[in-house]
């Protein structure tokens, strides 16, 4: 054992804290490093930062709150976690921050011990800060996590209308469309009039399986292509149509495929598009390898206007009903709901115990429709050919296909349960259907939401990991294994407040 994991495992042990702060410092149109600590601590020639002073001025350890979703059902929109983080300002020796800008910049928390060297501190925060408040003792930092690096476009790339790849001036200005996974009836872009030259991703991508005008599937062929042909050049992500069209020309892409290689499995394409907002280089390679074999299934993310990137990465992560986010060190990782494992990572009984609430969780659900194999650009009954069946027709006017999964059983045992249709960004069928039966497994029967207060070592807590709770209330008495979805710390008391699902 480590003298940090003994530090962490003694209850009884003196903890100390840095802060290392970075805010913009307009006087010299740069961040500066600003060093503090609960106690007063100089590092040493050999470290790194050497002969550092860190300010004896923190006056509580770190509060912060994580959750994976905002509720107790599967999937939905990412949560960042947020915090506080006090210092004293007592003297007015810090009145001089008014000047500098903090909101977004990093901040990072770092624990030890009474006698650690600086090499021996670990980093148990590392994120930005969103706002500061001024009081006449201290100064109040509020605190995210790094998902503030996900809120930004997702393409930041626009057609400049000079001709050739940046398109004519009709296109100056509008944003150039990104592709990536397996995407069905993407609307092309016309970038070359001349030369009917369509763009479908701004970068090379894996394949242009199909083109299609007005519905109708053009023949591939070679460069220049003939008459209802299209020849394709994947490294710039872009075709060309041998005569013109009769309306709107679309197609199915297996898209970005930068660094040479093409991915559409949720993980991958998670990592692939969240390298896009600069600052990101800490990543959980091992979760995300997980998460792949988990959720395989093939997806897909389309967008020619403008998206956020958050926005893409909610979308895909929700499509295997999978949760996103940064762990305490600042690295970015990822995880699924699941059933809880049979060994617990961690155990509470009524010893440690300060509270326990049963919370509402959601009904459950006896039948679920699953969209998948989208059509990002659907044709209305005007804009498809009069070649094609009535099928083809009505299916080209959708945006999704459905696979569905129902069990009877489960409304006869709960008369209000659900009915529900999600859509995904799913591609196939059959991977939409074992989804599907996935979810109504997870979420075809009443599930249980507690939110218990705990007394607890700090920072030893992941969320995603299995607890086993032991209560004399609730059907907890033989003890239960459940899921940690949600965890607010507050280290100054050695409290954890947990919200376990299962």
């Not at 949720?266 to 091992?286: E, K």
């Not at 429709?369 to 006017?397: F, I, K, M, N, Q």
């Amino acid at each position: 054992m480590s003298r940090f994991d003994a530090l962490v495992a003694d209850p009884f042990s003196v903890r100390r804290y840095l802060a290392i702060l970075e805010p913009y410092d307009p006087s010299v149109s740069a961040t500066i490093p600003l060093y503090l600590s609960d106690h007063g601590f100089a590092t040493e020639p050999a470290d790194s930062p050497s002969n550092r002073y860190f300010d004896a001025r923190l006056l509580s350890a770190l509060s912060f709150e994580r959750h994976l979703y905002r509720s107790g059902e599967l999937g939905g929109r990412s949560v960042p976690g947020f915090g506080t983080l006090d210092v004293n300002n007592a003297d007015g020796g810090l009145d001089h921050w008014r000047d500098l800008a903090f909101d977004g910049r990093r901040v990072r928390l770092l624990l030890g011990g009474n006698d650690f060297r600086l090499a021996e501190y670990r980093t148990v925060f590392d994120g930005t800060a969103e706002r500061i408040e001024f009081d006449d003792d201290r100064v109040r930092l509020h605190l995210r996590d790094l998902q503030v690096l996900f809120e930004r476009p997702l393409q930041e790339n626009l057609y400049q209308g000079t001709g050739g790849m940046e398109g004519g001036a009709g296109l100056s200005g509008r944003t150039k469309p990104l592709c990536y996974g397996r995407c069905f009836h993407v609307p092309a872009v016309l970038v070359e009039g001349a030369t009917l030259t369509y763009q479908v991703h701004d970068g090379p991508v894996g394949g242009i399986d199909a083109v299609f005008d007005s519905g109708v599937a053009l023949t591939p062929g070679s460069s220049p292509p003939d008459p209802g042909h299209f020849s394709t050049d994947l490294a710039a992500g872009t075709f060309r149509l041998g005569s013109a069209p009769a309306g709107p020309v679309t197609a199915d892409v297996r898209g970005d495929a930068s660094a040479g290689a093409y991915v559409e499995d949720v993980g991958s394409l998670l990592i692939r598009i969240a390298m896009r907002a600069p600052g990101l280089t800490d990543i959980d390679w091992t979760a995300f390898a997980d998460l792949t074999i988990a959720a395989p299934m093939a997806t897909g993310f389309f967008a020619s206007e403008a998206t956020d990137l958050l926005a893409a990465l909610d979308a895909l992560a929700d499509a295997a009903g999978a949760h996103f986010g940064f762990d305490r060190s600042g690295r970015f990782t990822a995880g699924r709901l699941d059933e809880p494992e049979t060994e617990a990572a961690e155990s509470f009984d009524e010893t440690a115990i300060l509270g326990l609430e049963r919370e509402p969780a959601a009904l459950p659900f006896w039948r679920l429709r699953l969209g998948y194999g989208r059509h990002w650009r659907p044709l209305s009954e005007g804009e498809s050919a009069a070649s094609l069946g009535a099928g083809a027709r009505t299916d080209l006017a959708e945006h999704f296909r459905y696979a569905e999964t129902s069990d009877g059983a489960i409304r006869t045992r709960h008369r209000l349960a659900r009915d529900l249709q999600q859509e995904s960004l799913i591609a196939t069928g059959a991977d939409a259907a074992a989804e599907a039966l996935r979810r109504l497994t997870l979420f075809g029967t009443a599930r249980d939401l507690f939110r218990v207060r705990v007394k607890t070592r700090p920072y030893s807590l992941a969320l995603g990991t299995t607890i086993l709770l032991r209560y004399p209330r609730h059907g907890l008495d033989d003890g239960r294994n459940l899921v940690l979805v949600g965890l607010a710390e507050d280290s100054a008391y050695d409290e954890a407040e947990l919200t376990l699902w299962g």
